[in-house]
């Protein structure tokens, strides 16, 4: 197993864990995406729990439903991009960065510049998981294996048996060359042991 792939396979599982560890502190204590994903879901359909649930995280309606479906969509994807990173070595590294960068803005959306107050080991774990992704997913063997394989392939098509081609073809040319013997009368190219010309009959 080469090191880009255990990488990988140590992030995705970072970032499984994280999705159930504490994230920050959310309107009266401190929950993981998991708990405050669970708890969208179970009471999704309540009109009157969701309402006293949305003016709770902020007196604004939209901006509180676009916090809550930023760490929905948040747990979404650190979940499903831990599972890639097991399972393929460079699933996570999109996926995974994309849920915590989803929770940070909802963080900030949240609290403010206080965020930074509220932060939970879910977090900071989620950002470790994030960028081992990311790591694993640029180390790849494959594509270095594949450059090794062009230039072998290269240096191959310019040399035979040890011996450039360009230095064969000469080689046959001057032997070529050695063989033959021309007319002083018209210039025909004939054999090495003929006396007289094959064209014109002249002795040579």
């Not at 499903?80 to 990173?85: K, Q, V, Y």
């Amino acid at each position: 197993m080469d090191k880009g792939r255990i990488i990988s396979l140590l992030g995705g599982i970072i970032l499984i864990v994280a999705a159930f560890l504490p994230l920050f502190y959310f309107i009266d204590g401190v929950y993981s995406t998991f708990e405050i994903t669970y708890a969208v879901l179970m009471n999704f359909t309540d009109n009157s729990t969701m309402q006293n649930f949305l003016l709770q995280i902020n007196p604004s309606y939209g901006m509180a439903a676009m916090i809550l479906a930023l760490i929905v969509a948040g747990f979404l994807l650190l979940t499903i991009g831990g599972l890639l990173a097991i399972l393929k070595k460079s699933g996570g590294s999109i996926a995974g960065p994309g849920g915590m960068i989803v929770l940070t803005i909802a963080g900030f959306l949240y609290a403010g510049a206080l965020i930074f107050g509220f932060l939970a080991i879910g977090f900071y774990l989620g950002w470790v998981g994030a960028i081992l992704c990311i790591i694993g997913g640029a180390i790849s063997p494959d594509k270095d294996k594949s450059k090794i394989n062009v230039s072998v392939n290269q240096q191959q098509n310019v040399t035979t048996t040890g011996v450039p081609i360009g230095s064969n073809q000469s080689t046959h040319n001057s032997e070529s060359v050695s063989n033959t013997k021309f007319c002083n009368q018209c210039g025909h190219q004939n054999k090495k042991d003929t006396s007289f010309c094959v064209n014109c009959g002249n002795k040579i």
